[in-house]
């Protein structure tokens, strides 16, 4: 939660409260939500096709040799909408989110910071 002062600071408590999230005792509950509003680039309460192109050129990489064609990143758009998107809108919403995380056992243990 940013500072009320608008410049985007944040307090210690909300710096450790963030930061708990990657506590091997944060429940999958609290991981997905907080996934989730990392994905949420947008800030709009879904994942929709921008939210999700944005995600995959982070997790793929910015470089040209890295970028995924337009093809296989339509493609890969549609199968984890086909997957994910249980109400068929077109987006994922938390509840469809947290729905696929939970079926997904390897989400809690991949999102923790290692110091």
């Known amino acids: 939660s940013p500072s009320d002062d608008g410049d985007g600071s944040m307090s210690f408590d909300?710096?450790?409260?963030?930061?708990?999230?990657?506590?091997?005792a944060a429940t999958l509950p609290?991981?997905?939500h907080y996934a989730f509003r990392i994905f949420d680039f947008d800030a709009d309460g879904t994942?929709?096709?921008?939210?999700?192109e944005k995600l995959v050129n982070c997790l793929t990489?910015?470089?040209?040799e890295s970028r995924l064609s337009?093809?296989?990143?339509?493609?890969?758009?549609?199968?984890?909408?086909?997957?994910?998107?249980?109400?068929?809108?077109?987006?994922?919403?938390?509840?469809e989110f947290q729905h696929v995380v939970a079926r997904s056992p390897d989400?809690?243990?991949s999102f923790k910071i290692v110091l």
């Open 61 to 64: 990489g910015q470089g040209e």
């Open 30 to 32: 609290i991981k997905s």
């Open 107 to 109: 989400f809690a243990s």
């Open 70 to 95: 337009h093809e296989d990143m339509e493609q890969l758009i549609q199968n984890i909408l086909e997957e994910s998107d249980i109400d068929k809108d077109g987006t994922i919403n938390l509840s």
């Open 47 to 52: 994942l929709d096709r921008k939210d999700l």
């Open 14 to 24: 909300d710096f450790l409260d963030m930061l708990s999230v990657f506590s091997d």
